[in-house]
Structures are given as C-alpha cells and as structure tokens.
C-alpha cells in the first residue's frame, strides 16, 4: 500500500484500489487539501480541521466515532478516547487492518489512554501520532504511548509548520523525546506485510499537495 501526507493530520491511504483519507481539513488550516478524492474518509472529532468532509470529492463513506466496518479488503476499528477542551468530546483512534498490515491513526488523543486501550492498540504495526504537543498530548507523554504500543513505524502529524495557522511544537521536540533523530523526509510511505522493520522507525513525511 502507498501512504501519502495532505497535511495537518490528513493522510491518503491507498490499498488494492480503495482510497482511504484520514481526518480532511478546511482551507482555515492555511493550507489545502486541493479537493482529494476518497472511498473511505475517517474523522477523528467534529472540528473543521479534522473532519471537513465536504471538501472531499467521491461521494465517500464517512466514518465518524466508534465502531467496527467492514469495507471492501479493509477492515476498520473505532476506539473512543476521552477528549478535554471547552466540553468534554470523543476522540476516535482508528486502526485499519489490510494487505497484512494494522495501521493506528491516533486522532487527537490528548488523554493518557487505559491499559485496556493501549492493548487494543498493541497489534498496531504502524502508528501515526499527533506531535505537536498542543490539543494533545505532549510531546514526553506522547513518546511513552509510543513505547507502550510498541509499532514497527512511527509517523508524526499535526506538529509545527510555517504554512500551518496553528501554533504547534515542532517534530523535534517529540523525536528528542523519543531520543531518535530526524530523517530525512519522504514523499510516500510504501509498506507491504514483508518489507515491515524488525525495530522501531521513524517515517517523516513531506506534504504532497
């Protein structure tokens, strides 16, 4: 499967013919999503920077809250996190199994998750996570869900850009935390069930649109 960035916490999933977006954003992010086109388009919480599905073209099925769904050779599960803010929301960590291979789009968690739900998330073989430590977890804390959950890659979202109209902390702060460097960024993730790690990566993406 190919895994490119939009941008924000927005990725383009693309398995065996079925396109896959996660969390869209409108165009008060500062950046554009220029209109992609899905079958499948998950939301993390009802905010206009993670779930602007109108701004996605296809007619696609949209998936908001938990929940389990079954979508052509995807399998796709909804955990709801608890999320703080001005009122008391859901957050929906969703993880998508296919070609072999479990990916865990983290949302934006900003409470320190349960046992019981960091083990629903251990099996994850692939986590993309909110880095920019501000509306979610911070970056230390963040790190140690890493190491509790255990992936093969890790790919950090949702952090500092200068296009981006959000003040966030930048990727930096998060891989410090995780005590790994910064590599060098990639324009697509590909990832088949035998080309996973054995050890601990992490993938920086760059913005594709």
Known sequence: ??????????????????????????????????????????????????????????????????????????????????????????NTVFTIQTEGVTLCHLGDVNQVLSPRQVDELSHADVLFVPAGGVCTLNTARLAELVRLVGPKIVVPLHYRSEEVAVDLEPVSEFLEDLGVGEPEPTAVLRITDSNLPRELEVVVLKRTV
């Open 1 to 90: 499967m190919d895994i490119s960035w939009i941008g924000h916490s927005c990725l383009l999933i693309q398995s065996d013919g079925v396109r896959l977006l996660t969390d869209p954003f409108a165009d008060s992010l500062g950046i554009s999503m220029a209109r992609p086109t899905a079958d499948i388009v998950t939301t993390s919480h009802d905010h206009p920077h993670h779930a602007h599905t109108k701004g996605v073209s296809g007619n696609p099925r949209v998936l908001a809250g938990p929940g389990e769904y079954e979508i052509g050779n995807l399998y796709i599960t909804g955990i709801g996190t608890e999320r703080d803010g001005e009122r008391k929301t859901v």
